[in-house]
């Protein structure tokens, strides 16, 4: 059974900067695709980064230029670097992991609180 651990959210302030880090329990070569999710409060789950296994990146408009996503195959980890971060970046954010043949995981999820 493939495992996602988060890790590295908590409670900023306007304009700072945290990253996040999700350990895959196995190879990410593995996988078609990763990416992070975010859901904030009575709100649906989003798209805010995604890397593919060529190494593409693809980010949702309202980040774009201030996150990165990267990773790390030698630690099978992968990385979402925040920057300048706003209120509405707020959210519980979600590790996944797809694969054509296996489908979706998904991580427990790391609060992201961006407050003066």
């Known amino acids: 059974q493939v495992q996602l651990v988060e890790s590295g959210g908590g409670l900023v302030q306007p304009g700072g900067s945290l990253r996040l880090s999700c350990v895959v329990s196995?190879?990410?070569?593995?996988?078609?695709?990763m990416g992070w999710y975010r859901q904030a409060p009575g709100k649906e789950r989003e798209l805010v980064a995604a890397?593919?296994?060529?190494?593409?990146?693809n980010y949702a408009d309202s980040v774009k230029g201030r996150f990165t996503i990267s990773r790390d195959v030698t630690k099978n980890t992968v990385y979402l670097q925040m920057n300048s971060l706003k209120p509405e970046d707020t959210a519980v954010y979600y590790c996944?992991?797809?694969?054509?043949?296996?489908?979706?995981?998904w991580g427990q999820g790391t609060q992201v609180t961006v407050s003066s």
């Open positions: 890397i593919r296994g060529g190494g593409s990146t």
């Open positions: 996944n992991c797809y694969s054509v043949l296996r489908g979706d995981y």
């Open positions: 196995g190879s990410i070569f593995s996988f078609n695709a």
